[in-house]
């Protein structure tokens, strides 16, 4: 049989007390005077892993001592039953909970009013200097050329409900620049609106010339007069080119309305003037076109013989002459005596054209010499033609 261990006596009992119950022991052996160290179980009980937390302190079998009995029915302390007793389970909480608990327990953070200040003293301190300040507004602003053309639209457009409001909006128009006069025919052949025209200017719809009434020797007499500050010749001009300085001649002139008459070979630009709807002739009788022939062929004669355009620019004169000619016998001049002549002059003229060649496949099969100007022996054969026209008409000048 094993000796019992501690400092008892060997009346004593052997003990069966777990190693959680070692503090009582010690306790004891203070109370009964000992003054040596600590036993041999609490001196193991240091040393050692501490036991299952599921050893609870039992009564000691055969006490004999009241202290030994109080010992063995105490609890142990508070500290030492939460370590020997296993930890309860926690209880989960939501996570919305949880995170609105944690928002609620932690306070904002804000920052002093005196520091707030410091820092935007030091932010204006250090920063770079502020740009001005600018109108971001896009809106364009009106021009000058805008304005003009906005008030030459809103005349044409009380022109036309003028028109409109006579009945005579889709009427067919005729001019007479020698008498000066502008008509609206009605389908009867009366006239239904008339107004005073002069030339303002003319634009070239093949070459890009713009020239004005008083630099034109054939429309001198039917234009207004010379404009300070105007060229009386532009050339490259485009169509929005020629509208503008149509529209600030018609300003200089004080012309009512402004009107283009079109046709295949050029535009004409007229200030109307006098808009009446209570005519004082009831009929238009157009004038001779010979002088309108005269003049085209005369400028695209001495267009060939100076040789300062392309033969590109000279085909398509050719060709803008015979439409217009065309144009003028079914317009203008039909069941009048005139429609013949106008007819054969124009498939003339388209001949002509068609003689100077195009790039093409069809032109290198015919065997054609291609150059961007004119041959000189293709040249002389147009000029000899073109002057054999121009005698013909002249003989009704």
């Not at 005369?298 to 355009?309: C, N």
């Not at 033969?311 to 203008?332: K, M």
């Not at 054969?344 to 065997?367: D, V």
Request: charged share 25%.
């Amino acid at each position: 049989m094993p000796k019992p261990r501690g400092r008892g006596t060997s009346a004593e009992p052997r003990r069966t007390v777990k190693a959680s119950s070692g503090s009582a022991r010690a306790r004891r052996h203070g109370k009964a005077g000992a003054k040596a160290g600590p036993p041999a179980a609490l001196r193991d009980g240091q040393e050692r892993a501490p036991a299952s937390s599921r050893a609870r302190p039992r009564k000691a079998k055969g006490a004999t001592s009241l202290v030994e009995a109080a010992v063995a029915k105490r609890p142990a302390a508070p500290g030492k039953r939460a370590a020997a007793e296993p930890p309860a389970a926690p209880r989960m909480r939501p996570p919305r909970a949880r995170a609105g608990e944690q928002a609620s327990a932690t306070p904002p953070k804000r920052r002093p009013r005196n520091a707030k200040a410091k820092s935007g003293a030091d932010d204006a301190e250090f920063s770079p200097p502020r740009p001005p300040e600018l109108d971001w507004d896009d809106t364009p602003s009106e021009s000058a050329e805008e304005a003009l053309a906005q008030r030459w639209a809103a005349r044409g457009e009380e022109l036309f409900q003028q028109l409109e409001g006579h009945g005579a909006a889709l009427h067919e128009y005729r001019a007479d620049l020698k008498e000066g006069r502008f008509v609206w025919i009605a389908p009867s052949g009366r006239v239904s609106a008339e107004a005073s025209a002069r030339l303002l200017c003319s634009w070239s719809c093949a070459t890009s010339v713009l020239v004005m009434a008083w630099a034109d020797p054939l429309a001198s007499g039917a234009g207004i007069e010379r404009i300070d500050g105007m060229p009386a010749e532009q050339d490259g001009i485009d169509e929005q080119g020629a509208w503008q300085i149509a529209m600030r001649a018609a300003d200089a002139c004080n012309a009512a309305f402004l009107y283009r008459v079109s046709s295949p070979q050029a535009w004409y630009f007229l200030a109307l003037d006098g808009l009446t709807f209570s005519p004082k002739r009831t009929s238009f009788h157009p004038g001779a076109p010979v002088c309108l022939v005269l003049r085209a062929i005369s400028e695209v004669r001495e267009a060939i013989a100076s040789r300062a355009e392309p033969a590109d620019v000279v085909r398509d004169r050719i060709s803008a002459l015979s439409d217009s000619l065309f144009h003028q016998a079914r317009y203008a001049y039909r069941d009048t005596d005139w429609v013949a002549r106008l007819d054969r002059t124009g498939s003339c003229l388209s001949h002509l054209a068609k003689r100077i060649p195009r790039a093409g496949f069809s032109a290198i099969a015919a065997g054609q010499r291609i150059d961007e100007w004119l041959e000189r022996e293709l040249a002389v054969e147009l000029i000899n033609a073109l002057s054999l026209i121009e005698d013909e008409w002249s003989l009704f000048g």
